[in-house]
């Protein structure tokens, strides 16, 4: 990069990020040798940035806290990516996000060049978002401290309160933070049960940083965060659970059944049990009338009244005006048998 100023924004780009950036990266880069790099980091210093060098194998070059906060340097694709972020800020589960957002995002649209507001106003005349359920809405400065905990591996203390109500203190190396519909999750290993762990960050509070540094850790079986953590939502979490005997092997069932949905058991050649949860038994219900297979419920026993009434409401809102049932897919034609009705067990396949 033969442009002295510009290969020295492009530095300070890059030693904003959060991490530590070794000579020899950075000079591969922005294509120039390493004592290119020692030179502009000495210029940046002289300007006033707070760049911090690191020795040793693991040590690098990092931009610190300093008294003044620099100019904040993105380019296009990064601006776009932030503008559209805070358009949708306001469906974010995040406290206050609704109206910091909007702020934030008209400060940011006055400083945009023509051609990049173009690309934002588009898809925000382009894009609608669906209303979404009330969520409990997790603290800003909670998912701040866990993502910074993330991303340098250090362990944290926190309150945390399980789905039962039971209130307690955990000490956790945060993994990473998944956004889930309307809630955030911390993937995390548990230091007191030395086991990997899903937590709801709206029931996280009291968040320490403990200081303590480890070597990062990989999740069992090389799973990806957002892999884990839809696993463990749907077969370990959720107040009410369910089984369900699917009426298809599980090869034919697995493609209508992601892991947001539950987790699949093989039962023979011709079936397979399905393990899924739900925080209520209208969610639980509506999630299972959804799958487009028969199934029989096993348990909870509870959950086939509520499975029932979606069943009568949905018969009389396709009843044909002269009365009679519904076969699958088409009314009976006038005059045509009807067929034997079902027995009335809440229990049957639907």
């Given amino acids: 990069m033969r442009d002295p100023s510009g290969r020295l924004l492009r530095l300070l780009s890059l030693l904003q990020t959060p991490r530590e950036w070794p000579g020899g990266e950075l000079a591969e880069r922005l294509g120039v040798s390493p004592r290119t790099i020692r030179r502009d980091v000495d210029r940046l210093r002289g300007l006033g940035y707070p760049v911090r060098a690191a020795r040793g194998g693991t040590g690098g070059y990092r931009l610190t806290a300093g008294t003044a906060m620099p100019p904040l340097l993105l380019d296009d694709d990064e601006a776009v990516a932030i503008a559209i972020g805070l358009r949708t800020a306001a469906a974010a589960a995040v406290a ?55 991303v340098t591996g250090e362990d944290v203390r926190f309150a945390y309160t399980a789905a039962g109500g039971t209130r307690g203190r955990r000490l956790a190396q945060p993994h990473r933070l998944v956004a889930a519909g309307r809630r955030w999750y911390l993937v995390a ?48 979490s959720g107040a009410i659970r369910a089984r369900l005997l699917l009426h298809a092997p599980i090869a034919e069932a697995a493609p209508h059944v992601t892991a947001w949905q539950g987790v699949l ?9 399905l393990h899924t949860h739900g925080d209520t038994l209208w969610f639980l219900a509506h999630r299972i009338t959804a799958l487009p297979l028969d199934y029989t419920l096993l348990d909870p026993p509870e959950l086939a009244g509520t499975l029932t009434e979606i069943a009568v409401r949905a018969a009389r809102a396709v009843r044909p005006p002269g009365g009679g049932r519904v076969t699958a897919g088409h009314p009976p034609a006038p005059g045509a048998p009807q067929p034997p009705p079902r027995g009335d067990r809440p229990d049957a396949g639907a």
């Fill in 189 to 236: 290993h548990d230091a007191g049960r030395d086991a990997w762990r899903t937590f709801r960050a709206d029931r996280i509070t009291e968040v320490h940083r403990t200081g303590a540094r480890r070597p990062a850790r990989d999740l069992p079986g090389g799973a990806d965060a957002v892999t884990w953590a839809m696993d463990a939502l749907a077969g370990g």
């Fill in 96 to 150: 206050g996000a609704a109206d910091s957002g909007p702020r934030a995002l008209a400060k940011l649209e006055q400083v945009l060049p023509p051609r990049l507001r173009h690309r934002v106003a588009a898809l925000a005349e382009a894009a609608v978002a669906l209303p979404a359920p009330d969520a409990p809405a997790a603290d800003p400065d909670v998912l701040t401290a866990l993502a910074a905990a993330c």
């Fill in 265 to 273: 058991e093989p039962a023979g050649d011709r079936a397979c049990l």
